[in-house]
């Protein structure tokens, strides 16, 4: 007959937290070196520890797009990564797009296009068009349509978000 | 400069600070040394807590507090101080009151740490026993032991007219059916949050998600008996509520108890998980009865609801109103039951009672028209009623015959064959359908005040709220257009306790009721001017009463004569005046009791179904508004498109799925709770029909917050017959219901 197992034994350890970490990031073209504990999701370094609040948190799962950033220029689900992952890489948050005084265009449209009410969803929304834009495969309105429905928003703005994604698409191709 | 802003385009005036990231929302306010709270929720839906151990989260570096009910500092005793302005009758549910569960994922410890993380964490490691109860979550299951409340917390069901029974069983054409809807939740992409910040003297600044700073400032005074010196509650800018805000919120409470007793500042916010543990819309199931003459004439209408509600409380809407409000008939019954389960109370979401009761009633006119072979417009237009049968009153207007003609025209009615499974484009039948809205246009008393200083520059202010509806905007091309300043000159500021007292942000009524205060303050302000003007040398407004003259491009002029003006700014510079300040509440004129307000709408749509798969899409849609005067057509058409958006989704997706055995919404996410995204919506073309209306507000303008919503739905589910010969009477509509 086998030993009952050694672990039966052991008392349960006290709950522990996990050690912190060095991290490299620019965020917003300022780069900037934390101490973060890896359980630390990218959205709730910029949110609560960096107070970058422009990126929002509708979820927290990846469901809704209200996180929306652009890493190394590519729009990502902030929620769904742990910032000590991405040590050494280059973040734009909605707080980072316009210069100065001057809007992105992407920005000035939302404005002009009234694609937005609440605003909570906005910042992800810019953040995605820009992402798509960068990514060259939306070709038609259905395309727009499809590669912009992981960014919920519940005022129902979205004929109009339409109209700013399709606005940028020809800016681009006139570059 | 020209300053006539309403009626015009404007872009919102918060719109820069939406797009940078600079706009506040309630969790987005920091002070160093903020603790975070985490909720513990249920896991059973009725019962008690029998042992709470709270041991090993305390252990966790970081962890400083976990409340329960077991060492929560003391709060008030009695129901009545938990009541808030949208309470129904009833006992309000009350936070870590005692170890009583009265429904699923009803919080029962707050967990207090130094980080989000630890905090959640530490809420993972609160062991909990509990004694479960039998609970009640079904509403079909438990129709028979429907009842009448003793108190509806909507306008009770209208009195009965004639004899429906001997009506209806005459009647040439009848229908008799059932139409039920899912609970539905309100999900605003912003989660509940409230931030209590504890300041140096003692006192509390609660930045807080809700739709009436008033209301959770009340709230919390009552409850922590706090003085409205000694908490104060700010809220700029709110990520959507729907009417999820009309109620203080369970983390405000937690927020502020937590800050209260570790004198620190907090901050609560829920999961998205946890937005599906307060309020939503109620299941309801209705009852039809339509009957008609060979002609379309109706004879015989009665209407009966079956609504949920908690145990605790008896929320109900204006379900059973409709017909009195849209259809001639002279015969005419009405009831709204009330079924009590083991819920959370249901809360007012978008268009309360009328996305309910329209979806039935206008899918009930669809049915009795295919089977009269009357075309569904005429047959509207054949019971067209010129007074709200409720009380025999007048509609203040109505223009909901322009809506029809006008957005029948604009979708191409007439090019539609009546007959159903008629329209096919390859493998996808094509269905055309079309329904009625209306919703009540009130007028609230509202206060406001407004502040003008010698540089030209107008605060205007208020206690209300803006959800993402434009108050901001509006109530600053109001303010500035009243007073001829341009637009840039003028601020609105709203989202204060400390401000003049506003109703709540619902209703569709701030419009109506905030902006006919804000032009009345404006007025004064005005009159005020004019006194100052008369005494200028050589004045040109030395006689001219307030009627004589106008504010505009930024100058007083005569009526008569534009070019007889006096700059605003130089009237008060040369006055030496340091600034003109007024305040006024604004109140309903008494003549308009004798009139019914409502807004009015048609929406015709189309839809197209796969024949083999079932899926709907819906492909175009027109919506005809009847909403009065037009303040900003940018932001009333954004209001619309909303409204449609949302009866997408009611009519095809939305379904708070109730998983009977544990009495738990199991699709609690975003991922399974389905709302529209932008793939879900087709081109939507919106129409304001023109309407005059003196008598709604000094405005005439009728708010449009809901009307946008009410008629969609069932325009849809009628389409979806047209297109397939199936009639849908249950929704959401799914594939697998139309195979």
Sequence with gaps: MKNKPETETIERAAPWLPPRQTVTLTINETEMQLQLEPWTSLLDLLREHLHLTGTKKGCDHGQCGACTILLDGKRINSCLTLAVMHDGSDITTIEGLAKGEE?????????????????????????????????????????????????????GAYSNIVKVVQEALERSKAK | ????????????????????????????????????????????????????????????????????????????????????????????????????????????????????????????????????????????????????????????????????????ASAAVKVEQEYTHPSEHHNPMEMHASTAIWEEDGTLTVYDKTQSVKNSQNYISQIFGLSSKEALVISPFVGGAFG????????????????????????????????????????????????????????????????????FEDYSENVVVWPNTLYKSENAAFDHKLISLDVYTPLDMRAPGGSTGLFALESAMDELAAAAGIDPVELRLKNYTEEDQSNNAPFSSKELRECYRQGAERFGWHKRNPEARSM?????????????????????????????????????????????????????????????????????????????????EGGSWTVSSVGSAVKQVCDSVGEKLLKLARKVENSPFATASFEEVTFADGELRLKSDASKALAVTRILQEREVNAIE????????????????????????????????????????????????????????????????????????????????????????????????????????????????????????????????????????????????????????TLDKVM
């Excluded at chain 2, 619309?640 to 544990?662: H, K």
Aim: negative net charge; proline residues 6%.
């Design chain 1, 103 to 155: 809007l992105h265009p992407v920005q000035q449209a939302f404005i002009d296009h009234d694609a937005f009410q609440c605003g909570y969803c906005t910042p992800g929304q810019i953040c995605s068009t820009i992402g798509l834009i960068n990514e060259g495969k939306a070709k038609t309105l259905d395309d727009i349509r499809d590669l912009m429905s992981g960014n919920i928003c519940r005022c």
């Design chain 2, 1 to 168: 400069m020209r300053t006539d802003y309403i009626g015009k385009p404007t872009n919102r005036v918060d719109g820069r600070l939406k797009v940078t990231g600079g706009a506040k929302y309630a969790a987005e306010f920091h002070v160093p040394g903020l603790l975070y709270g985490y909720v513990v929720s249920s896991e059973i839906a009725r019962g008690n807590i029998a042992e709470i151990d709270t041991n090993e989260a305390l252990q966790l570096e970081g962890v400083l507090q976990v409340l329960t009910h077991e060492n929560r500092p003391p709060s008030a005793w009695f129901d009545k101080s938990y009541q808030d302005e949208d309470s129904p009758p009833g006992s309000p549910f009350r936070p870590l009151y005692n170890s009583e569960i009265q429904f699923s994922q009803q919080p029962i410890a707050l967990v207090v740490a130094e980080t989000f993380e630890a905090a959640r964490y530490g809420a993972t490691l609160v062991k909990v026993v509990y004694e479960e109860a039998p609970h009640t979550t079904d509403l079909k299951a438990n129709r028979a032991q429907a009842y009448t409340p003793k108190k509806y917390k909507s306008t009770p069901p209208p009195d009965s007219r004639g004899d429906v029974d001997a009506a209806f």
């Design chain 2, 244 to 311: 999820s805000g009309l109620r203080p919120q369970y983390q405000l409470f937690l927020a502020v108890m937590a800050a209260l007793e570790m004198k620190r500042s907090v901050r609560v916010v829920l999961t998205r998980q946890q937005m599906f543990s307060f309020g939503h819309r109620p299941a309801t199931v209705q009852h039809f009865q339509l009957g008609c003459a060979a002609d379309g004439t109706l004879q015989a209408v009665r209407q009966e609801a079956f609504a949920e509600t908690s145990k």
């Design chain 2, 424 to 504: 096919k484009e390859g493998h996808q039948l094509i269905g055309w359908g079309m329904a009625t809205g209306a919703w009540e246009a009130k007028q609230q008393q509202a206060s406001a005040k407004a502040l003008l200083t010698p540089d030209g520059k107008l605060t205007v202010s208020s206690a209300t709220a803006d959800i993402g509806t434009g108050t901001y905007t509006v109530m600053t091309q109001i303010a500035a257009e009243a007073l001829g300043l341009p637009l840039e000159d003028v601020t609105f500021k709203l989202g204060d306790s400390a401000l003049p007292e506003a109703p709540l």
């Design chain 2, 582 to 733: 007024e305040e006024v509440t604004s109140k309903p004129a008494s003549e308009q009791k004798n009139y019914a307000p409502y807004s009015h709408s048609a929406a015709f749509v189309e839809v197209k179904v796969d024949e083999d798969l079932g899926t709907i899409k819906v492909t175009r849609v027109v919506s005809a508004i009847a909403g009065g005067r037009i303040i900003n057509t940018k932001t009333a058409k954004s209001q619309i498109l909303g409204g449609v958006v949302w009866g997408i989704g009611m009519a095809l997706e939305e379904e708070s799925l109730m998983d009977n055995t544990f009495g738990r919404f199991m699709n609690h996410n975003l991922a399974e709770y389905h709302v529209p995204v932008n793939a879900d919506i087709p081109d939507i073309d919106v129409i304001f029909v023109e309407e005059h209306d003196d008598i709604v507000n000094p405005l005439g303008a009728k708010g449009l917050g809901e009307i946008g919503i009410v008629g969609v739905a069932p325009a849809i589910a009628n389409a979806v017959y047209h297109a397939t010969g199936k009639r849908i009477r249950e929704l959401p509509i």
